[in-house]
């Protein structure tokens, strides 16, 4: 894996921190994740792109909408 992508990925967690759990990572990220993090393998080099899938339920809360009306 090229290790320069993991700062965007990182950033991108961070913006949307509010809906994290309702999120699910998938594509090439959901690979890495689970066995340099889960499985503790960190010589498992899954092939990655720029982009990142996730996946939502049919709908979520707009957390930034209920904070400003809350």
Do not use: C
């Amino acid at each position: 894996m090229n290790e320069g992508f993991a700062p965007g990925f990182l950033r991108t967690l961070v913006i949307l921190q509010d809906y994290l759990p309702s999120i699910v990572v998938g594509g090439g990220w959901a690979p890495f994740l689970y066995y340099r993090y889960l499985a503790g393998n960190k010589d498992h080099n899954p092939i990655l792109t720029k982009d990142i899938d996730f996946m939502v339920s049919h709908q979520i809360q707009d957390e930034m909408r209920r904070r400003q009306v809350g």
